[in-house]
């Protein structure tokens, strides 16, 4: 596919995932810069990151698979989706758990309110 998705903070609690998750977030925006297809064409791709709880557990009968499910997930589709190429889109929920952890608000643009798709009006953040 071409999208992927990564978790901080399950199956164990971490206090500070939300800083775990933009850390991760910027080490993949710093790869992905440097990295240029076969032909050399660089590749285009938006992150967005949301925070929250998540129902996650294992289904399948043959194969087995871990799995989230939740609006937090909707959420953080939406950010990508509703993002800017080459930048990290995330909402005021997790701006806010990055203010609790101490983080640099210098590094985040407010970005202002805007119609996020099935979620209404949401306040969102860019960084790189």
């Known amino acids: 596919g071409d999208s992927y998705m990564a978790v901080s903070g399950i199956p164990i609690l971490q206090s500070d995932?939300?800083?775990r998750a933009l850390e991760f977030a910027r080490a993949v925006l710093t790869e992905m810069t440097e990295y240029e297809t076969p032909d050399g064409e660089a590749?285009?791709?938006r992150i967005g990151l949301h925070c929250g709880p998540v129902i996650?557990?294992?289904i399948g009968e043959r194969k087995f698979i871990y799995d989230l499910w939740g609006d937090v997930?909707?959420?953080a589709s939406r950010m990508e989706s509703?993002?800017?190429v080459g930048q990290?889109?995330?909402s005021n929920q997790f701006h806010?758990?990055?203010?609790?952890?101490?983080s640099d608000p210098s590094i985040?643009?407010?970005r202002g309110t805007m119609e996020v798709k099935g979620k209404g009006v949401m306040q969102t953040w860019l960084t790189r």
Request: proline share 0%; net charge neutral.
């Open 17 to 19: 995932h939300a800083k």
């Open 43 to 45: 590749i285009q791709f």
């Open 56 to 58: 996650a557990g294992v």
């Open 73 to 75: 997930v909707n959420t």
């Open 82 to 84: 509703h993002g800017v």
């Open 88 to 90: 990290i889109h995330f």
């Open 96 to 102: 806010d758990a990055l203010m609790q952890l101490g």
């Open 108 to 110: 985040m643009t407010n």
